[in-house]
T-cell receptor, first 114, second 114 residues
Framework: DTAVSQTPKYLVTQMGNDKSIKCEQN?????MYWYKQDSKKFLKIMFS???????INETVPNRFSPKSPDKAHLNLHINSLELGDSAVYFC?????????????FGPGTRLTVT | AQSVSQHNHHVILSEAASLELGCNYS??????LFWYVQYPGQHLQLLLK??????LVKGIKGFEAEFIKSKFSFNLRKPSVQWSDTAEYFC????????????FGTGTQLKVEL
């Protein structure tokens, strides 16, 4: 049973398009995150949600809009895709906001913008 | 703001060699420290973590790390590496009150040769 799953695994699209990535966790966690891993493998947090409430919103272009319909799901919608959006996007979840809670990561979605 | 630096970007070792990967963090308050591993094509997995107590922590697969507060360091060690340890290794921190935001280092690519 996959703990944190993401769809799709690969996404190839053209500049200017709008796309969504979905994330689901079956761990019963109440906090979910989106991280971006660039071509140099650097990982940076984008957003976090706790009980469907936005907690962390790093300096991310407003073309990126997260949505959490319930505690088990966190989707990422990207408008007007740009070449620089090409990256691997990882979803993660944890039980709570304390810095001691381990985050469990999904398999990643490799987004390629052409 | 917290930051993490990993000085070794690429490390190549022969099987059975000992491993030490450096990690230093910058933050004025209390931190929680993590090492994550990313095997080729896979998601991040937690190797070990330190919150408090014994500064020498043991993780999975024979890895251990030592927290040295005076040096702001949390180096990862393994006495004898295997070919299957080939992966990207990330040091990360969270801070108290930081909403469980993981700040990652730039990663170390480890290649173990037979």
């Amino acid at each position: 049973d996959t703990a944190v799953s993401q769809t799709p695994k690969y996404l190839v699209t053209q500049m200017g398009n709008d796309k969504s990535i979905k994330c689901e966790q079956n761990l019963g966690h109440d906090t979910m995150y989106w991280y971006k891993q660039d071509s140099k493998k650097f990982l940076k947090i984008m957003f976090s949600y706790n009980n469907k409430e936005l907690i962390i919103n790093e300096t991310v272009p407003n073309r990126f809009s997260p949505k959490s319909p319930d505690k088990a799901h966190l989707n990422l919608h990207i408008n007007s895709l740009e070449l620089g959006d090409s990256a691997v996007y990882f979803c993660a979840s944890s039980q709570g906001l304390s810095g001691t809670y381990e985050q469990y990561f999904g398999p990643g979605t490799r987004l390629t913008v052409t | 703001a917290q930051s993490v630096s990993q000085h070794n970007h690429h490390v190549i070792l022969s099987e059975a060699a000992s491993l030490e990967l450096g990690c230093n963090y910058s933050y004025g308050g209390t931190v929680n420290l993590f090492w994550y591993v990313q095997y080729p094509g896979q998601h991040l997995q937690l190797l070990l973590k330190y919150f408090s107590g014994d500064p020498l922590v043991k993780g999975i697969k024979g890895f251990e790390a030592e927290f040295i507060k005076s040096k702001f360091s949390f180096n990862l060690r393994k006495p004898s590496v295997q070919w299957s340890d080939t992966a990207e290794y990330f040091c990360a921190v969270t801070s108290r009150g930081g909403g469980n935001k993981l700040t990652f280092g730039t990663g170390t690519q480890l290649k173990v040769e037979l």
